[in-house]
Nanobody, 115 residues
Framework: QVSVVESGGGLVQPGGSLRLSCTAS????????MGWYRQAPGKERGLVGF???????HYADSMKCCFTISRDNVKNMVYLQMNSLKPVDTAVYYC?????????WGQGTQVTVSS
């Protein structure tokens, strides 16, 4: 069993920054891709970006400007650095981890961008 836990969400003013963290733990031999999704109120969950085990990073087109994904393979962690946040970035952010062809989700962390 694999557990995925996100942290770092909260309330931030427009133009501010937040760094989300995600930790995977449990019966893990190796992790494939680790990524982030988000779901705004009334909308479907959509991809923010992901990073492969080899370090390749892919972002959704609208995220390239201000979001950065990084990964610590020793700690089984993935990070999402978000800069220049806008109210439209308000959403629940979910971490997704691929382990041996299975995908595991965290419970999500709320990010609210508001003045």
């Amino acid at each position: 069993q694999v557990s995925v836990v996100e942290s770092g969400g909260g309330l931030v003013q427009p133009g501010g920054s937040l760094r989300l963290s995600c930790t995977a733990s449990g019966s893990i031999f190796s992790i494939d891709a680790m990524g982030w999704y988000r779901q705004a109120p009334g909308k479907e969950r959509g991809l923010v970006g992901f990073i492969t085990s080899g370090g390749e990073i892919h972002y959704a087109d609208s995220m390239k400007c201000c979001f950065t994904i990084s990964r610590d393979n020793v700690k089984n962690m993935v990070y999402l650095q978000m800069n220049s946040l806008k109210p439209v970035d308000t959403a629940v952010y979910y971490c997704n981890v691929s382990v041996e062809s299975f995908r595991y989700w965290g419970q999500g962390t709320q990010v609210t961008v508001s003045s």
